[in-house]
């Protein structure tokens, strides 16, 4: 599976994504005004330290594509 990061600076925060994942696939093509995608990366583990290394306050996952992974585990 390959994942992909969305930064948004407005929200000092980075959201973990799945290449198929509803959100990134319709909102890649979109330049974002006050943030960027980063990736990919080929594990949830190496999205997860990209999405830290942005130095964003709040890193999260995504709820939508990665469902219980999401909501049991945090970050």
Request: charged share 30%; glycine share 8%; hydrophobic share 25%.
């Amino acid at each position: 599976m390959t994942y992909y990061v969305n930064e948004d600076r407005p929200t000092n925060s980075t959201r973990v994504h799945r290449a198929d994942c509803y959100y990134y696939v319709h909102r890649v093509s979109k330049i974002p005004k006050d943030g960027r995608w980063h990736g990919p990366f080929e594990t949830l583990e190496t999205a997860l330290e990209g999405a830290r290394q942005t130095g964003r306050k709040h890193v999260s996952r995504c709820k939508i594509c990665l469902g219980q992974e999401a909501a049991n585990e945090g970050v």
